[in-house]
């Protein structure tokens, strides 16, 4: 194996190895069948600023390894520039709008599945509806015990569900972990394909940004920098 396929490999375990599970942007064609199309934008950028990690990093890691070759420099000027080319790829980095972009687009990704999901749980539409969602919630208010029994057994009615998560939780009485509760039976039970594509848009993103810390540190690793009290290297 040559040293490069070797150091491709090296970056992909370090940096966001977690990348290779991550669906694949869809390439789809418009109705005229020849101009492509994109869907999936929010897995395509979170694609595109990993990688883009592992390409500022491997380059600052080529360039280390020239300097570390070069027999005119004194072992203090190897440093000296390793340290210097260290940061300057951490600056080219920060000035990259990469991460930025994927955190956008999923934050509309993530925008658009809660409203689908939100679809399900509709506001009363008369005053029938009304009244009977303001007597569950009375209902709810009134329990001393056992309301989470309760709504494991009932959250599954859309009446019920809609009363508590339409109005404020003091109507009911609902506890933060009550209310969280009936959020994600019903997310699950009305929307599950959407809920697990949420989860794992969400997932990626951390896994991202915690891939692009990484390809920070390895860089200043290596070139030989250390992290003052502020943060700054």
Known sequence: MKDTEYEALQLKALICPEQARWPKPDVQYDNSGDTPTMSGAHWQRLHAA??????RTAQAWAYMTEIEKN??????GKERQQRKVAMEAIAEFEKSQALGKAREVVHRQLAKYAEKVGVAV???TNIHEATVQAQIRDRLASMKTGRMDFLKKQVANPMIAAAILTAPAFLSGMSDEETAFVKKTVEQHVAPEVVEDRDATMKAM?????GWQKALDKIAERGGLTKGPEGTW
């Open 50 to 55: 990993v990688d883009e990690a592992r390409e």
């Open 71 to 76: 027999p005119d420099l004194s072992t203090q």
């Open 122 to 124: 509709k506001a009363p």
């Open 206 to 210: 951390q896994q991202a940004e915690k």
